[in-house]
């Protein structure tokens, strides 16, 4: 065994230097000094050379110099090469050598001082049979490296993985830059729940509070007709840098079939305080807190919406569904953003988005004008935005009613959907279409929003938000530096 782990570390060691070699290589151009008698062309090596060197003609009786071109190994040998003193030539000067930039010795001519005339010498015989031979031993050498690094690649892959047995930090790795997406162990996650109770149900199926390695986590469990959703909600949480402190951290999926049932998981962070939609039912806010929760809405929203560009890509993606239960209250008071199962990515390299065909998709009461009217251009990104802005504004007005104005005739509103009094508590396309595309209703404004300036300030941006024009229809980026600015005045 022994003796079989140092040929294997010879064998390594012995790549490695190759790897290196061939890193720092260069091309050079080639010609009469080819590796492996090849034509004349171009070849990789450390150093690039040009050399001259003069042969007997036995027709004149003079030496004729012959201009000879190549690459010399990066190494001692090459080294002393270069300057002369490991080649069949007279003259130090009859060789100079580049590595500065590829075939930097295509127009090199050096400088040599011609033989008089005699008799030819004997030994001056070919000059590149240690270049031959240098480049068999090489080749053979490279040849026996590969064979070992497939022996050692499928014994590797041979091996178990032997998983940690900590915390949950153990199963998650984060760049903690927003950029890293889970890494986990090679193992069904499904075995490792101890669901507890269910604490939500959607259209799409149940939210259950489970256990994982000693940590509280949120389970969505799909029904099993909506292995479609659970499918696109997964490829969209696992987008390349769409971790951010204001999106719901995605942990793992999996899928399960206990019996002849089968389930479609979904991990997530867990958050006790639930969706905003339940807590602003049974919490009033003061300037501070409902700034934080507007702010923090906008910011994902906005992470959401732009694009990154560099090494690593992350595409401009829409949510389409959102909404006040779509969105999770954390326990320092921001919010995180939830639910992508409807979610739209725009791929700039084919310039193409990334959508099923149907757009009448979301929750009928947050929809905007032009998604309800079906007259959304679905060939354009910004208009999904667009329509991503105006359910926003939807949820700030929800936010804003439960913010009391303060003094000692504090007042709130009672918690309210938007539309409330206008339709139906399960409206259908055809009563928001009325209200909002023919009557060109909005919600109503409080008058004792007048008297307080963040209110007055927040009451101008959601307007803005849900214009019935969506061209005029701020950016979430926008409104995120406004939302800023209010939060500096707030003490």
Same mark, same amino acid.
């Given at each position: 065994?022994?003796?079989?782990?140092?040929?294997?570390?010879?064998?390594?060691?012995?790549?490695?230097?190759?790897?290196?070699?061939?890193?720092? @290589?260069?091309?050079?151009?080639? +010609?009469?000094?080819?590796?492996?008698?090849?034509?004349?062309?171009?070849?990789?090596?450390?150093?690039?050379?040009?050399?001259?060197?003069?042969?007997?003609?036995?027709?004149?009786?003079?030496?004729?110099?012959?201009?000879?071109?190549?690459?010399?190994?990066?190494?001692?040998?090459?080294?002393?090469?270069?300057?002369?003193?490991?080649?069949?030539?007279?003259?130090? +000067?009859?060789?100079?050598?580049?590595?500065?930039?590829?075939?930097?010795?295509?127009?090199?001519?050096?400088?040599?001082?011609?033989?008089?005339?005699?008799?030819?010498?004997?030994?001056?015989?070919?000059?590149?049979?240690?270049?031959?031979?240098?480049?068999?031993?090489?080749?053979?050498?490279?040849?026996?490296?590969?064979?070992?690094?497939?022996?050692?690649?499928?014994?590797?892959?041979?091996?178990?993985?032997?998983?940690?047995?900590?915390?949950?930090?153990?199963?998650?790795?984060?760049?903690? !830059? @927003?950029?890293?997406?889970?890494?986990?162990?090679?193992?069904?996650?499904?075995?490792?729940?101890?669901?507890?109770?269910?604490?939500?149900?959607?259209?799409?199926?149940?939210?259950?509070?489970?256990?994982?390695?000693?940590?509280?986590?949120?389970?969505?469990?799909?029904?099993?007709?909506?292995?479609?959703?659970?499918?696109?909600?997964?490829?969209?949480?696992?987008?390349?840098?769409?971790?951010?402190?204001?999106?719901?951290?995605?942990?793992?999926?999996?899928?399960?079939?206990? @019996?002849?049932?089968?389930?479609?998981?979904?991990?997530?962070?867990?958050?006790?305080?639930?969706?905003?939609?339940?807590?602003?039912?049974?919490?009033?806010?003061?300037?501070?807190?409902?700034?934080?929760?507007?702010?923090?809405?906008?910011?994902?929203?906005?992470?959401?919406?732009?694009?990154?560009?560099?090494?690593?890509? +992350?595409?401009?993606?829409?949510?389409?569904?959102?909404?006040?239960?779509?969105?999770?209250?954390?326990? !320092?008071?921001?919010?995180?953003?939830?639910?992508?199962?409807?979610?739209?990515?725009?791929?700039?390299?084919?310039?193409?988005?990334?959508?099923?065909?149907?757009?009448?998709? @979301?929750?009928?009461?947050?929809?905007?004008?032009?998604?309800?009217?079906?007259?959304?251009?679905?060939?354009?990104?910004?208009?999904?935005?667009?329509?991503?802005?105006?359910?926003?504004?939807?949820?700030?007005?929800?936010?804003?009613?439960?913010?009391?104005?303060?003094?000692?005739?504090?007042?709130?509103?009672?918690?309210?959907?938007?539309?409330?009094?206008?339709?139906? !508590?399960?409206?259908?396309?055809?009563?928001?279409?009325?209200?909002?595309?023919?009557?060109?209703?909005?919600?109503?404004?409080?008058?004792?929003?007048?008297?307080?300036?963040?209110?007055?300030?927040?009451?101008?941006?959601?307007?803005?938000?849900?214009?019935?024009?969506?061209?005029?229809?701020? +950016?979430?980026?926008?409104?995120?530096?406004?939302? !800023?600015?209010?939060?500096?005045?707030?003490?």
């Amino acid at each position: 065994m022994t003796a079989k782990r140092e040929i294997t570390s010879f064998l390594v060691f012995a790549a490695f230097l190759l790897l290196v070699q061939t890193a720092l @290589g260069i091309t050079c151009y080639c +010609k009469g000094h080819c590796p492996d008698d090849r034509q004349n062309g171009t070849c990789e090596g450390g150093y690039c050379f040009s050399a001259v060197e003069e042969f007997w003609d036995a027709d004149t009786g003079e030496y004729v110099p012959e201009w000879l071109f190549g690459c010399l190994p990066l190494d001692e040998r090459g080294s002393l090469q270069c300057m002369g003193t490991l080649v069949p030539h007279m003259q130090g +000067k009859s060789i100079v050598c580049c590595n500065k930039s590829a075939l930097c010795n295509k127009n090199i001519v050096p400088e040599y001082e011609p033989r008089p005339t005699a008799a030819p010498i004997p030994m001056a015989i070919a000059s590149g049979t240690p270049l031959i031979i240098l480049a068999t031993v090489l080749s053979v050498c490279l040849m026996v490296i590969l064979i070992a690094v497939v022996i050692l690649y499928h014994r590797y892959r041979r091996k178990e993985r032997v998983p940690s047995k900590d915390t949950l930090k153990d199963f998650i790795e984060s760049s903690g !830059s @927003g950029s890293g997406l889970p890494v986990l162990v090679e193992q069904t996650i499904a075995k490792q729940l101890a669901f507890s109770e269910c604490v939500g149900k959607g259209r799409y199926g149940e939210v259950w509070l489970a256990k994982w390695k000693g940590e509280n986590v949120a389970v969505k469990v799909f029904f099993s007709l909506e292995e479609a959703s659970w499918s696109r909600e997964s490829e969209i949480y696992q987008t390349m840098l769409m971790r951010h402190d204001n999106i719901l951290g995605f942990i793992a999926d999996d899928i399960t079939g206990p @019996g002849s049932c089968t389930q479609m998981l979904l991990i997530t962070d867990y958050h006790e305080r639930g969706s905003l939609h339940d807590y602003l039912q049974t919490t009033v806010l003061d300037h501070p807190s409902l700034l934080a929760i507007c702010l923090s809405i906008v910011s994902g929203i906005a992470h959401l919406h732009t694009e990154i560009c560099g090494t690593r890509r +992350k595409p401009a993606i829409a949510h389409r569904d959102i909404k006040s239960k779509n969105i999770l209250v954390k326990r !320092s008071g921001e919010c995180a953003i939830a639910d992508f199962g409807l979610a739209v990515r725009y791929i700039r390299q084919s310039g193409k988005i990334d959508i099923a065909p149907n757009t009448r998709v @979301g929750t009928r009461r947050y929809m905007a004008p032009e998604v309800l009217d079906e007259t959304l251009n679905t060939s354009s990104f910004d208009a999904f935005e667009m329509a991503d802005m105006y359910s926003v504004g939807l949820v700030l007005w929800e936010a804003c009613r439960r913010c009391e104005t303060g003094g000692e005739n504090s007042m709130v509103e009672p918690y309210a959907l938007p539309y409330h009094d206008d339709v139906p !508590s399960d409206p259908d396309f055809e009563d928001m279409k009325l209200a909002v595309c023919v009557k060109r209703l909005r919600p109503v404004i409080p008058a004792r929003w007048e008297n307080d300036p963040i209110l007055v300030a927040l009451s101008k941006l959601m307007a803005e938000c849900w214009h019935a024009n969506p061209t005029v229809r701020l +950016k979430a980026l926008r409104v995120k530096k406004t939302m !800023s600015t209010l939060m500096s005045t707030v003490p």
